[in-house]
């Protein structure tokens, strides 16, 4: 028979992660992000207890699961109010490129620091006058004798300030390519982007300005192109999907404790219908929205990467709208005190959108659907 329950593990993971999650919850998050700090001593706590490696082979130090269990692991942390926006790419993108194309020598450098949280690497393919048209990106790299040269730039890079390396996207003659780069190669500069999301990560704009890079900077194959690039992606997608399911979540708790509690009329607002049935509505397409991402999950898992392709583009479409639906409606249970930093939902608002922009946005995944999910003509 299919299962549409997770395994017993999985379960008892996600229970797990979610007693710790509540240990920091969202009053730590935001102060951290309201005050310009990390949450470092999470990401610490997570990794120390193998959460954050639980996708990484055994063999390199991690726990040998799939993207499943990781994306188990940021829903509970993003249910208690912890979305790890960094968790996004790095265990999950460059953890999943490397274990499935980097060389054993690749494997054995890079896999052991994301398997216990030491070592923080980010993703960078967004370029400015890309954009989601990733076909169009102009950084490219060049032989020079065994070393590459790495030329262009990128934009809206998540936590450069957090990380030793850059895995980017660039050009080798036509085809896309991955390399890993150190931020603080020479010719390689970055400037934070001033953002209105309260959220610890910081995003950068990226120059590279002739970086040389080592021959084993290239991960996997050149000629591997957009393949190769798109194992990485369905993960970020999964990953994108179960945050926004999370956070919708924790949104959707805090206007059902509120809707029980408020009384204006003699009775909980809750008992009105237009109360509860957008709660209750809301609690449906969160569960639509975590089933495709489990469905996304098990499907990468398998090894069935197209199907995982179609799902993941799915689930992260359904997850946006949830999660945007989600806080719009737990702001308006709470009437004036849902605009008031006090109760916690108003500096969720940008976070909330971010699904339906970023790693794909909404209109692409939209597009991804009609063209190969329906085969109808794409306009571009
Ligand atoms: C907070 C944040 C963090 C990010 N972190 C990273 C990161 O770590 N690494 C990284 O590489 N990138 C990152 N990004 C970039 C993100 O992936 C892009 O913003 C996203 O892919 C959209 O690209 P764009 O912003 O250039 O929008 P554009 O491509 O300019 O699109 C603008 C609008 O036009 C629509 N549109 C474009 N083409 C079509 C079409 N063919 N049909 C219909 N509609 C279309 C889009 O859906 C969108 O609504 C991040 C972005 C944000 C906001």
Same mark, same amino acid.
């Given at each position: 028979?299919?299962?549409?329950?997770?395994?017993?593990?999985?379960?008892?993971?996600?229970?797990?992660?979610?007693?710790?999650?509540?240990?920091?919850?969202?009053?730590?998050?935001?102060?951290?992000?309201?005050?310009?700090?990390?949450?470092?001593?999470?990401?610490?706590?997570?990794?120390?207890?193998?959460?954050?490696?639980?996708?990484?082979?055994?063999?390199?130090?991690?726990?040998?699961?799939?993207?499943?269990d990781?994306?188990?692991?940021?829903?509970?942390?993003?249910?208690?109010?912890?979305?790890?926006?960094?968790?996004?790419?790095?265990?999950?993108?460059?953890?999943?490129?490397?274990?499935?194309?980097?060389?054993?020598?690749?494997?054995?450098?890079?896999?052991?620091?994301?398997?216990?949280?030491?070592?923080?690497?980010?993703?960078?393919?967004t370029?400015?006058?890309?954009?989601?048209?990733?076909?169009?990106?102009?950084?490219?790299?060049?032989?020079?004798?065994?070393?590459?040269?790495?030329s262009?730039?990128?934009?809206?890079?998540?936590g450069?300030?957090?990380?030793?390396?850059?895995?980017?996207?660039?050009?080798?003659?036509?085809?896309?390519?991955?390399?890993?780069?150190?931020?603080?190669?020479?010719?390689?500069?970055?400037?934070?982007?001033?953002?209105g999301?309260?959220?610890?990560?910081?995003?950068?704009?990226?120059?590279?300005?002739?970086?040389?890079?080592?021959?084993?900077?290239?991960?996997?194959?050149?000629?591997?192109g957009?393949?190769?690039?798109?194992?990485g992606?369905?993960?970020?997608?999964?990953?994108?999907?179960?945050?926004?399911?999370?956070?919708?979540?924790?949104a959707?708790?805090?206007?059902?404790?509120?809707?029980g509690?408020?009384?204006?009329?003699?009775v909980?607002?809750?008992?009105?219908? &237009?109360?509860? *049935?957008?709660?209750?509505? +809301?609690?449906?397409?969160? $569960? @639509? !929205?975590?089933?495709?991402?489990?469905? =996304? &999950?098990?499907? *990468?898992?398998?090894?069935? +990467?197209?199907?995982?392709? $179609? @799902? !993941?583009?799915?689930?992260?479409?359904? =997850?946006?709208?949830?999660?945007?639906?989600?806080?719009?409606?737990?702001i308006?249970?709470?009437g004036?005190?849902?605009?008031?930093?006090?109760?916690?939902?108003?500096?969720?608002?940008?976070?909330?959108?971010?699904?339906?922009?970023?790693p794909?946005?909404?209109?692409?995944?939209?597009?991804?659907?009609?063209?190969?999910?329906?085969?109808?003509?794409?306009?571009?």
């Amino acid at each position: 028979m299919t299962a549409f329950v997770e395994s017993k593990e999985r379960r008892e993971l996600r229970e797990a992660v979610a007693r710790l999650g509540q240990k920091y919850g969202e009053a730590y998050f935001y102060a951290a992000a309201r005050e310009g700090r990390k949450t470092t001593e999470l990401w610490q706590e997570a990794a120390a207890l193998g959460y954050l490696g639980v996708s990484i082979p055994e063999q390199y130090g991690g726990g040998g699961g799939d993207i499943g269990d990781l994306a188990a692991v940021l829903e509970e942390l993003a249910t208690a109010g912890c979305p790890l926006l960094l968790m996004v790419v790095s265990p999950a993108i460059v953890g999943t490129v490397i274990a499935l194309f980097g060389s054993e020598e690749q494997k054995q450098r890079w896999l052991p620091g994301l398997a216990s949280g030491t070592a923080t690497y980010v993703f960078g393919i967004t370029e400015p006058d890309a954009g989601s048209n990733t076909h169009q990106i102009a950084t490219q790299a060049r032989r020079d004798g065994d070393d590459w040269i790495l030329s262009g730039s990128k934009t809206y890079i998540s936590g450069v300030d957090e990380a030793s390396h850059v895995l980017v996207v660039a050009r080798v003659g036509k085809r896309p390519s991955l390399f890993m780069v150190p931020v603080d190669a020479p010719g390689f500069t970055h400037q934070k982007i001033d953002m209105g999301l309260v959220a610890p990560e910081d995003q950068f704009t990226l120059f590279f300005d002739d970086v040389r890079l080592p021959a084993d900077a290239l991960i996997g194959s050149e000629e591997a192109g957009f393949d190769q690039l798109f194992a990485g992606l369905n993960p970020e997608r999964i990953m994108a999907a179960s945050s926004a399911t999370g956070m919708a979540r924790w949104a959707l708790r805090k206007a059902v404790a509120y809707a029980g509690e408020r009384q204006v009329w003699g009775v909980p607002i809750g008992a009105h219908q &237009a109360i509860s *049935h957008p709660l209750a509505k +809301l609690h449906v397409e969160i $569960e @639509a !929205a975590r089933l495709l991402t489990q469905k =996304a &999950a098990a499907l *990468h898992a398998a090894g069935e +990467l197209k199907a995982a392709g $179609e @799902a !993941a583009n799915m689930a992260k479409y359904a =997850a946006g709208e949830a999660v945007c639906a989600a806080v719009d409606q737990a702001i308006q249970t709470h009437g004036g005190n849902g605009l008031a930093n006090e109760y916690g939902l108003v500096q969720a608002l940008a976070t909330s959108r971010l699904t339906r922009m970023a790693p794909v946005s909404r209109e692409m995944a939209l597009n991804f659907v009609a063209q190969f999910s329906l085969g109808l003509p794409r306009s571009y």
